[in-house]
């Protein structure tokens, strides 16, 4: 079967590609143009888009953590005004897998990333992301925390040993790479640490902040991990907390490092309320530093849940929450905070990091080193992705937004003065080719012969988040599963991860460590893919040699 | 032995199987009940009362609401079971039901496993008819007796904790205020609680006084889950729906309403027609009076008040066949191991064939 994508506007930055074009579909799989181009079956996508399925990096989407945070609120929904006539009315939005797939794929995803997974809890992750319709998916899992690391950087063991315990759990949890959050300050904060920066000492362990997120990504670039340590920093959301961002790109130095949602670092003490942004300053930074990439966790507003393994800055911000409740769990590692929050245009301090956000977008210069997010849903749900990509397309629609925004708040940012608007082509690079470059997954991401046919076409409209919200057409492995804004087709994809081979000696060492420590067999942390319940759910990603 | 049965005769499995798509297929108000079952059958019962419009409970529902509903009114702090073994220094114990709900709790939480056992002080509070299993144990001090006092006890011992003045309670005062100082003196300290055992205004004043000591110390909940793998049933549903348990897919999508969709209700008050009632860790019968169609898939066909139109033997998760479950130990979704592998077709399996055996189009 010969599936022809015919005279679309083919926007494939991986391959320096922007023309009309035709795309080729057989067995799944992007194919060069056959001799003669008869086709069993032709799309007409003259005047449109194409571009490769758009891939998520950081979006927090299955696990036990979301699921405690959809018991705490039975009243949250994505927000969404799908309303196809003809259609169930299933776009009550519910937070759950089913929806999470659809709407993602409405929107010509094809690949989420789940960015925190504590090993103990990897099982549950699984289930959840296997549950997800349509899209494929991977963890990272998160370290960082946990006993067992911290003790072998106490006991100043070899950076061998740490990367054996890293490849052990990445093997266990089928994880796709390594995350740390907050490193060293959920374990302090059950040592009744309130406050807890990069050169801060974990009480009992005699290590700094620094010194685990050194080690994590010696071990992760070491290992051959395509995926470079994917670093949550201190001091998350706190005033001035952009000295902490700047040191954490500098303790890069010069190995990759990835920081995430670096909007809610980008915060400065400047201003009548000693509030204000300092992205100007960061992005200046992460220009200059080559190594480093970030993610942006975009606020937009309205009501949101903040779901974070970092329990500590969760326990902090327990008294912003609204409404008024909260859930804070002391994990076995990490834990987790789950606070609702509701963004407010009216707000000061929410239209500072909702101009933040955006100031980082616009002052940054590469946009293969700048991925789009919003941390779902900790700065806004997924589902206002089409309304972040028309901002940053449009000057004209930021200025109508901010003239509606407090004026002091946009006074303490440069917004104001930024002119840039992204192109297609930038878009294309900073949501299809880079992530797929940053997470080792070469067939995707791009519309080259050979790559899996993950396809998304959209409709240009003077309207470019409808665009964006409701795609075209969209391919997940070579089939056609969305039309018109709206799913066709269901199927189910599978998670990615890397497998490191760990050495039998590591896993007999945490056989012993977990029958000591927690008179348990470590076997209650594993994923057997026979738990999973659908056939075939993974696939391996090979690590750089 | 026989595999099926219809009205209480044997039968092959392809009738039953026919015989319950049949009675489910027709049926205009279907709930899926009890539930009583590992993940995987969890995943295929929701997706079958989904597709049915029917509505979905477990048989635990009522305990897991009772926490439930303190935590989505107020919140709460929890932690792990192994948290609690490893770090607390003080242990305090709420009330009975905590051994019925985790007989391994006094092997995995009354000792420290470092040896440092001089520094974990354990306090049972109100044990009631737990108080043997209490004074069994002679390092644990018992204050209060009758579960009866909880909420007062609680209610004075926060006020005392925030340096308010409190009322009369069971407890001397002296007692209340040296219990109080042991508190905010704890540096991890784990309340641990059976919501079974109490109502939601109990629950809510622990995890109220929870929090508060978290003002200058740190201090947690462990919240012990009820049995029949009911916190991992709601987990399946959280994540499945969006919602816990008693959810209801009538309207073609997931919505709920702890009372709309209480099984119980649903059945005695004639709403539902039909109960595909799942009860495989152990036969626990419906608890409902009303007579209605039943489809029981449970590991005998007896302990039934009467023979269901339809029931089906089914193997016992990580008993009979590999599973996952919610451990007591972890406080986490995990891969059982079957201890017996036997042949028997599993929940999610036999689920499976009679969603595999429904009409195409169903009646709503």
Redesign the interface.
């Known amino acids: 079967m010969l599936t022809r994508l015919a005279g679309g506007r083919v926007i494939d930055p991986a391959n320096g590609r922007d023309a009309i074009a035709d795309v080729y579909i057989r067995d799944g799989r992007i194919v060069e143009a056959p001799p003669g181009g008869s086709a069993n079956e032709t799309h007409d996508v003259t005047g449109k888009i194409v571009m490769a399925g758009a891939i998520d990096i950081h979006s927090h989407i299955?696990g036990?953590n979301?699921?405690l945070g959809?018991?705490?609120?039975?009243e949250?929904r994505y927000p969404t005004d799908l309303s196809h006539p003809g259609h169930?009315?299933?776009p009550?939005g519910?937070?759950?897998?089913?929806?999470t797939g659809r709407l993602y794929a409405n929107m010509g995803f094809t690949t989420v990333v789940e960015p925190a997974v504590l090993p103990?809890?990897a099982?549950?992750a699984h289930?959840?992301l296997a549950?997800i319709p349509i899209i494929d998916k991977a963890a990272l899992i998160v370290l960082g925390n946990d006993d067992f690391l911290l003790t072998l950087l106490r006991q100043r063991e070899s950076a061998d040993a740490v990367r054996g315990y890293v490849a052990w759990t990445l093997a266990t949890s089928r994880g796709l790479g390594i995350k740390v959050i907050n490193a060293g300050g959920a374990a302090a904060?059950?040592?009744?640490v309130r406050s807890f920066s990069l050169d801060d000492e974990v009480p009992g362990y005699g290590i700094s902040s620094r010194a685990i997120v050194k080690a994590l990504q010696h071990a992760v670039h070491e290992l051959g991990l395509p995926h470079p340590l994917h670093v949550h920093c201190n001091n998350l959301g706190l005033a001035g907390n952009v000295e902490t961002a700047l040191a954490t790109i500098e303790a890069a130095e010069g190995l990759p490092l990835h920081l995430a949602h670096l909007q809610f670092y980008s915060y400065g003490k400047e201003g009548p309320r000693g509030f204000s942004s300092a992205a100007a300053r960061l992005a200046e930074a992460v220009n200059a530093a080559k190594s480093v990439t970030i993610d942006v966790g975009q606020v937009m507003f309205g009501q949101t849940v903040t779901i974070s393994c970092d329990v500590l800055r969760q326990?902090n911000a327990?008294k912003q929450?609204r409404p008024?409740?909260?859930?804070?769990?002391?994990?076995?590692s990490n834990?987790a905070g789950i606070v609702p929050y509701d963004y407010r245009s009216n707000d000061f301090h929410n239209a500072v990091q909702w101009a933040v956000g955006l100031e980082l977008f616009l002052l940054t210069n590469d946009p293969w080193r700048v991925f789009f997010t919003t941390d779902h849903p900790n700065g806004a749900p997924f589902t206002t992705y089409p309304d972040i990509l028309a901002l940053l397309m449009d000057r004209e629609l930021r200025a109508q937004w901010m003239a509606t925004m407090p004026k002091e708040a946009m006074d303490v940012t440069t917004l104001p003065s930024i002119a840039r608007e992204y192109t297609l082509p930038e878009i294309a690079t900073m949501t299809r080719a880079a992530p797929a470059k940053l997470l080792g997954l070469k067939d995707r991401g791009h519309l080259k012969p050979g790559a899996v046919a993950d396809i998304a076409v959209y409709a240009p409209d003077g309207d470019k988040a409808k665009m964006f919200r409701e795609a075209a057409l969209v391919f997940k492995n070579g089939a056609l599963v969305v039309r018109d804004g709206a799913v066709v087709a269901q199927s189910f994809g599978r998670a990615f991860n890397v497998r490191p081979e760990p050495e039998r000696a590591i896993a007999r060492r945490m056989r012993d460590y977990y029958d000591q420590?927690?008179?348990?067999s470590p076997?209650?942390?594993?994923?057997?893919e026979?738990?999973i319940?659908r056939p075939d759910p993974f696939e391996r990603v090979p690590c750089n040699t | 032995m026989a595999e099926a049965w219809i009205r209480g005769d044997p039968v092959t499995l392809q009738a039953a199987i026919v015989e319950a798509a049949r009675l489910l297929g027709t049926s205009r108000m279907p709930v899926v009940a009890g539930l009583g079952t590992d993940?995987?059958g969890a995943?295929a019962a929701i997706a079958l009362a989904e597709r049915l419009r029917g509505t979905i409970d477990h048989m635990h529902s009522e305990a897991l609401l009772r926490d439930?509903d303190v935590?989505?009114?107020?919140?709460?702090?929890?932690?792990?079971p192994?948290?609690a073994?490893?770090?607390a220094d003080l242990l305090l114990l709420i009330g009975p039901g905590l051994i019925e709900g985790w007989p391994d709790l006094p092997a995995?939480l009354f000792a420290k496993?470092d040896g440092g056992d001089a520094t974990r002080r354990i306090v049972w509070l109100c044990p009631g008819t737990a108080a043997k299993a209490a004074n069994a144990h002679q390092k644990i001090l018992i204050i209060g007796d009758d579960p009866a006092d909880l909420a007062v006890v609680l209610a004075a011992l926060r006020a005392r904790c925030a340096g308010r003045p409190a009322g009369n309670t069971p407890l001397e005062a002296q007692e209340l205020d040296a219990l109080a100082a042991e508190l905010a003196k704890a540096?991890?300290g784990v309340a641990v609680w059976s919501s079974a055992e109490h109502d939601g205004l109990t629950i809510e004043m622990l995890c109220g006084l929870v929090k508060d000591l978290?003002a200058a110390?740190?201090f947690?909940g462990l919240p012990l889950a009820p049995p029949d793998n009911a916190a991992a049933v709601?987990?399946?549903s959280?994540?499945?729906?969006?919602?816990?348990l008693r959810t209801g897919f009538g309207?073609?999508?997931?919505e709920?309403d702890p009372w709309r969709f209480d099984a119980v209700r649903l059945v005695d008050s004639g709403e539902a027609d039909c109960a595909l009632w799942i009860s495989a860790g152990r036969v626990v019968p419906p608890s409902w009076t009303r007579d209605v169609p039943l489809i029981a898939l449970a590991p005998q066909p007896d302990g039934f008040p009467q023979p269901p139109e339809v029931a089906i033997a089914v193997g016992r998760p990580g008993i009979d066949h590999?599973a996952?479950e919610h451990?007591a130990?972890?406080g986490?979704?995990?891969?059982v191991s079957a201890r017996n592998p036997a042949n028997t077709i599993s929940v999610?399996d036999a689920v499976g064939r009679i969603a595999a055996a429904l009409p195409a189009a169903l009646p709503c």
């Open positions: 299955a036990n979301e699921t959809r018991l705490l609120l039975p949250q169930r009315p299933q009550k519910a937070w759950n897998t089913s929806e103990h809890n099982l549950q289930l959840e549950d904060f059950k040592d009744n326990f327990r929450a008024k409740k909260y859930v804070i769990f002391d994990g076995d834990g420590r927690y008179g348990l076997d209650f942390m594993s994923v057997p026979a738990a319940g | 993940v995987a995943r439930l935590m989505r009114e107020a919140g709460m702090m929890i932690t792990t192994n948290e073994r490893l770090r995995r496993p540096h991890f978290n110390t740190r947690s709601q987990q399946v959280g994540w499945m729906t969006g919602f816990p309207r073609g999508y997931p709920h590999d996952v451990l130990a972890t986490t979704l995990a891969p999610a």
